[in-house]
């Protein structure tokens, strides 16, 4: 079953297209990790998902309703990014008990858990905590409202590499407890690669790729060799990136599918994986499909 | 047992490895009950779609089997099958980059045959 | 899971409970407001004299206009300061749509217009206070208002407060809709006041039909019903607003 349909979803802001006539279907209770470079259209993507912003065209559907101005889309749907402005009058335990008033299923005993894990202080305000602590506590209030749907815009902006892998832990465990759909943009594949079932990469506003994190990890072949050889074998294949490295060596990246592996190396390149991080870097990187493009 | 993300080996083919190895040490002798998948996510911080793709190679190798609604079960000839599979293609892969390597450097037969019982002597002489 | 099911109502209830807490800021502005309003009052806002031989009387009179002058200015800002973008994004961090957040934000400025109209009110016996500290005479003895007079003339400050909050959120919604609005609005504001011919008729029944209704429920009923007006004009225009920008 699909929570969430997109059908030639565009949007344009002024003259730039956030998103161009953008197609995508997320399974119900999946991890979806949401790839893209900066400008490639997934903030729109997730507003759009959340009723916040409306599509210039295009059908949108959240939970089989049309997601802007809906009441059922904004009780079920968490959208967590990293300019969520609370109110200044309100301290951050406030806000939590604001949270639990507003959603039905909200955890309190995990907000408070986690709250305290982080050493948060009941008295803080939420302006006064850093960059790293601010998106810590915007990740507490997405888990601890324990949505139908959570979306989350680059949530470990600003926070330090302990704090990162507690957070990974931490969506997992309550996605395991509470299985549910969560959909977490980055431009960092590499930090969130192992939470993830599917990945969609966009690009230009449009979808370039949305398959299981294993068809990505297995999508592209590294080749090291001659630069003449490779340059010369690699012609008739999908390249994603070249590179020269030392004197007359060449490193290609191919789209793995129908490469003999075996024959490569027999001619002597060096054959190695690629990770679905850097494929994702490739992809969103190349600007014309020919190799010829690519050499001049 | 800490897992590789940079893509040398995908991470379902590492959770179900580490399984084969845990069957190998005795950890799981035949008929017990192995990790579910959402056990397996959670030690290993994973999506449980994956640890689930390393369960069902293990089943589709008659290494594990499945017990409707109990979960999934080691085979009585897992532990020999763990083991026929590591030497027909993991040894034998292995062993293919070496002949490779050692064409490639001009490294003889005989040559390679030494070095490999000096690999072998120092390995049984840790062991003792 | 279960999906979370809330009616508007109960969403409404819980938006307004909220805004109490979220926009509690802007009662202090009034507070503020409303002192600086009784100090420039402390004076007397008009005097007579009068001196035979030797005997010399200094009358002054007090009243609580500037408070209320004041705090009507106070809810036209207020107003609009709540439909400003940080203001209608606390709704959007909770469960919210725009019909459900101009409904509480509605709720609200009646509830405010309501404190800011009885302490503008009340601040009268402040005003009193001061004089008896320093000694002075009241006469207002001499004439006291009765209680349902007292009501009537607290009933009025209120709706004459809640007309100019309405005004103001009207604007601020209309604001909302585009950047360039925020000069244009004010400009053409100024700019009506300046060319505008305030002794024109229309703008003279229309001061009548609002101000010179000797009846009050008929001048109740059209403030309030002008003031639903202006709520309902600012929810249809802020019906389509992008939030969370």
Redesign the interface.
Known sequence: MNVVECEKVTKKQGSVVALNELNIQIKKNTITGLIGRNGAGKTTLLKILAGLWRPTSGHVEVLSVNPFNSLTVSANVAYIDDSMDFPNTLTLSEILQAGKRFYGNWDSQLAERLFEYFSFHPNQLHTHLSKGKASTFNMIFGLAARCEITLFDEPTNGMDASVRKDFNRALLKDYLAYPRTMIISSHHLEELEELLEDILVIKNGKELLHEPIDVIRNYAIGLTGRSELVRQWVTDKQVLYTEEVGANTCYAVVKSEGIPLEKAKQLGMKVTPVSASDVCVYLTNRTTGGIDDVFK | MH?L????????VQIAEWIETEILNGNFQADDKVYSQ?KL??I???????AA?GLTILSDEKILYSKRGLGKFVTPEARQLILDKRKNHTLKGLLDEVA?EAT?LSVGESELQEMLRESMEKIEGEEQ | MSLNNMSLGTLVGKQYLFKWKAFAGVFNSMIALQLLAIVFSAGGVGQTGTSTGSVSIDLYYYSVDNVVGFTMVWAFFKSILITTKSYRNDDYLFVTNRLSSNLANILFVFSASVVAGLTAILSGYVIQMIQYVQGNTFLTEANPLSLGEWFTGAFATILYILFIGALGYLIGSVVQLHRTLVIIIPVALLGFLFVYDFNEPGMISMFKFYFKENIFWLFAMKILGTVLLLFAASMLVSNRLEVRK
């Open positions: 897992l993300s940079d893509g040398t080996k995908p991470i379902y959402y996510a959670e290993f911080t994973i999506n449980p779609a994956t793709k490779l490639r």
